[in-house]
């Protein structure tokens, strides 16, 4: 089956830990992405590759980080520095920036 | 900056009923608009994707319309079924700059549609 697969679908973590979200596609896309869900306020780009060993800030990069050193995974990590990390965050990907975006299943994370 | 607006925020529906959803954004110089259908807790399903040299494309029972000029798309849904409930977003993509390729979503229709 071909697609994007998000693990874990609920991530539970102390306040002041560092964690890492994964997100893996096999659809052979150049370009991923990764959102943040929160209520009421729709779908914000946190971090996007265009190309393995690329990746650029989206509109709320600040807290995260993000590699991309194989195609078809881009992992994301939360650090202590995100403030509110607590949200619905989603990974998506596209045959190359610009085209049709096709979304995984999400990852909730609370911190507490 | 591109801000992208959905109106109405909830709509309730008796089944049957034919519906629109409404999306305006504020940049018109867009690549291409998109609908995404979402469930709860689950992430995205596409809809639709309407270039910007597009007036409309269809999908079945939708039905999704785009005038450039005036910043507004909007979502017809034919016969509507329990089964189309759900939060109906729209994204839009603008066509160059740093802005290339990132997509600006609006907050979601969110749709019931009761027996």
């Known amino acids: 089956d071909g697609g994007i697969t998000q693990s874990p679908k609920y991530l539970f973590r102390k306040e002041g830990q560092n964690v890492t979200l994964s997100c893996e596609q096999n659809l052979n896309h150049d370009a991923m992405y990764w959102y943040r869900q929160d209520p009421g306020q729709g779908l914000r780009l946190i971090y996007y590759s265009q190309i393995v060993n690329d990746f650029q800030k989206g509109d709320i990069a600040e807290g995260y980080s993000v590699s991309r050193e194989k195609k078809e995974s881009f992992p994301l990590t939360v650090t202590s520095a995100q403030k509110n990390p607590t949200a619905f965050y989603l990974c998506a990907s596209s045959p190359n920036v610009g085209y049709e975006q096709y979304f995984g299943p999400g990852t909730r994370l609370t911190v507490t | 900056k591109q801000e992208v607006t959905q109106i109405p925020a909830a709509l309730s529906v008796p089944e049957g009923e034919n519906l629109v959803l409404n999306c305006s954004f504020t940049d018109s110089a867009i690549y291409n608009l998109q609908w995404f259908r979402q469930d709860p807790g689950k992430g995205l399903t596409s809809l639709l994707l309407i270039q910007s040299s597009q007036r409309e494309q269809t999908s079945g029972r939708l039905n999704a319309s785009l005038d450039k000029s005036s910043g507004r798309s909007t979502l017809y849904i034919a016969a509507s079924q329990p089964g189309d409930s759900a939060t109906y977003l729209c994204?839009?993509?603008?066509?160059?700059?740093?802005?290339?390729?990132?997509?600006?979503f609006g907050q979601g229709t969110i749709l019931t549609v009761h027996p």
């Open positions: 994204a839009v993509r603008l066509s160059g700059g740093t802005s290339y390729g990132k997509l600006t």
